[in-house]
């Protein structure tokens, strides 16, 4: 699929994810917005997966340690076939494989368990270890939010990456400024993140429009010059719908049916039943 | 009776309230505070609140800090998040010298719902059960919630305020003495009696009435202080009933079930058994799903009860 594709594909999965959370009533839709095209440039462009066979031993892996934004992840697994997409519109129901946050037990193509913040990345870093030593040469991607980085846990797992020369490993960050009680810099400020991600030891790059596809891609296929690599993606929290873009508010809300109605119409997509 | 209220709304309230009076009250939170209630106290006092961002093992030991010079921090975000994560900080750095930190934890149990299973503590009380030093509140309703948030503050060490998301029914008055050391009957009965505490307590009123349509006497029994346990109302009721459920919103491990089965051991032969989540973790539904799906709505307690009476 081109990109210009994709970038079409992203307003259906924008539609899909907006639909899952209106029909469950509760979840996040400003950080899935906003990460759905680093999502996408992973699976659609780089990551090398089988969705016919999910746990292909040699696949790369993807941890999405912000794992409250799994209705993104939960979208495009089933674009690609891992499950019906009839399944996401029963997110967060009683007994369906869709939990709330990601569970590799219940949902095909979950390779880890998150959503308490921080252990993502340190587990995503354990099974790049774990790569090297068993001499595979899968690579290991995770994205974290930015209010994510305030974890001590997230510091912890850049320090024995560095330490481990984790070569096969990236981290992705969705660098939308806000978290739950408002901006970054208001909550408890990151400081040059970049800068902090050199310091401790990564090859960093920064895409300015980490909403673009393309744009995440080509930061995805730079050199790892045989360390950790981080990629800071400037992105919109709640992307591509106008009255979640930049509002703190639409962290953990989901739409009413008016709000749906004019986020489908602002998409220009049909509503399927 | 008072209106509905969930536990976290009474205790945003109750913190203000006590802001404006003791200015020795200082308030940590990790970018949950609108979820928590200490927004409203942040609001009014935004000096004396601290947003310590997503790092909870932090901010516990800075509220150690605060509380070593003086001050009585009350630490607040996600149940699942003040107790596992920081868990061997709320030891070592608070309970280890019994400073007064205050947490009152929001979003126990499997009510926080949707979530799921990642985000639904069903081992918290269990993890500040065994921490010595530590006192144990689970509210029965919004009333009783700001009689523990007054009752902590004169407590003269750590405390544990469980709170829930959903609104709860008022099963207490205004006016209902609030002993922290005394376990409070909400219905008297003589065949068979019910331990219970939170967000089950209606779960159980609502079992006992019908246990009622069915001959059968149950007493209920408000446990709102898991530690220090009070034991000897524990004891006597039991040897009076005869027969004992306990029926609480979380793992009949290491919780009111298990602070029942230790008290009565060797002091009492009632017929005993525990209504809670069966050692398994909680996943994605609505509460009222969930809690019938795990055994703890009234349909489970009443079942556990004609079960135990029949044995
Ligand atoms: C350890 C932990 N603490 C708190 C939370 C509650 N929580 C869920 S999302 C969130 C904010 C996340 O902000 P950010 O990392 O910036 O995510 P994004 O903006 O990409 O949605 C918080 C505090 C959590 N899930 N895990
Ligand atoms: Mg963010």
Known sequence: ?273 | MAEKQASRVAYGEELLAQGRINEKIVVCDADLSQSTMTCKFAKEFPDRFFNFGIAEANMVCAAAGMAHSGLIPFVSTFAIFGSARAYEQIRNSVAYTGIPVKFVLTHAGLSVGEDGGSHQTIEDIALFRTLPNMTIFVPADAIETKKMVRAAIDIDGPVYIRASRPVMPCVTEEDTPFDPYKAAVLREGKDIAIFTCGLIIDESLKAAERLAQEGIDACVVNFHTIKPFDNETAVEIANRCGAVITAEEHSVIGGLGSATAEALAGHSSAKFARVGIQDKFGSSGTPARLFHEYGIDADGIVAACKKLLAE
């Open chain 1, 1 to 273: 699929m081109d990109l210009a594709m994709q970038q079409q594909k992203a307003v259906q999965l924008r539609a899909d994810i907006i639909k899952m959370l209106y029909l469950a009533k509760s979840g996040h839709p400003g950080g899935s917005l906003s990460s759905l095209e680093m999502m996408m440039a992973l699976y659609y462009n780089v990551m090398k997966v089988d969705p016919k066979n999910p746990k292909w031993e040699d696949r790369d892996r993807f941890v999405l340690s912000k794992g409250h934004s799994c209705p993104a992840l939960y979208a495009i697994l089933a674009d690609l076939g891992y499950f019906p997409r009839e399944d996401l519109w029963h997110l967060r129901q009683y007994g369906c494989q869709l939990q709330g946050h990601p569970d590799c037990k219940s949902t095909p193509g979950v390779d880890v368990n998150s959503g308490s913040l921080g252990q993502g990345i340190s587990i995503a870093g354990g099974m790049a270890i774990a790569a090297k030593y068993l001499k595979k040469d899968y690579q290991v991607y995770t994205i974290i939010g930015d209010g994510e980085c305030q974890e001590g846990l997230v510091w912890e797992a850049a320090m024995s990456a560095a330490h481990y020369k984790l070569d096969n490993f990236t981290v992705m960050l969705d660098h939308n400024h806000l978290q739950i009680d408002g901006d970054n810099d208001q909550v408890m400020g990151l400081g040059d993140i970049m800068k902090k991600f050199e310091a401790f030891g990564f090859t960093c790059y920064k895409v300015e429009d980490g909403n673009s596809i393309e744009a995440v891609v080509e930061a995805l296929r730079k050199p790892h010059n045989g360390k950790p690599k981080f990629i800071c993606c400037e992105t919109v929290k709640g992307h591509g719908v106008s009255y979640m873009e930049n509002v703190a508010g639409w962290h953990g809300k989901a739409p009413n049916e008016a709000e749906y109605l004019q986020a489908m119409k602002e998409l220009g997509v049909e509503i399927d039943g």
